[in-house]
């Protein structure tokens, strides 16, 4: 399968089981009595933060496997370590705005939490390959 297609594949499947699991949690806000509007945008802005953060590693390390594919291991390695930098750089200066702009802390922040599960989930229910 074409690299680009599965990096849009996987994450569509992360961006899946965000909206799933930030609906949900804003459902458990309001069931709990304490929606509000910041929590909605700090939900909606941690999930987008932790799609774009998904993509953006996935697109690294398909370019690094390419890269390692022919013959430059110690660039794709550098490409990878580069990255994991400036996108949490990146996630924490988004993080530091959306609390700024008054979103919900912990609405803001548990969709980042979301991500690891959802990929376990994933991974426990994707077929296995007959070799």
Known sequence: MDSRKIVLQETGIVAIGE???????????????YFAMNVLWGALFGCLVTIANYFFMAVVVSLAADKAQAGDVQQGQKMVRLSSTVRLLAMAVALFVGIKLGANVLALL???????????LAEFFRKKEVA
Request: hydrophobic letters at 65%.
């Open 110 to 120: 548990l969709p980042l939490v979301f991500e690891r599960p959802i990929l376990m």
């Open 19 to 33: 909206l799933i699991c930030t609906g949900a949690m804003v459902g458990v806000f309001a069931a709990l009595g």
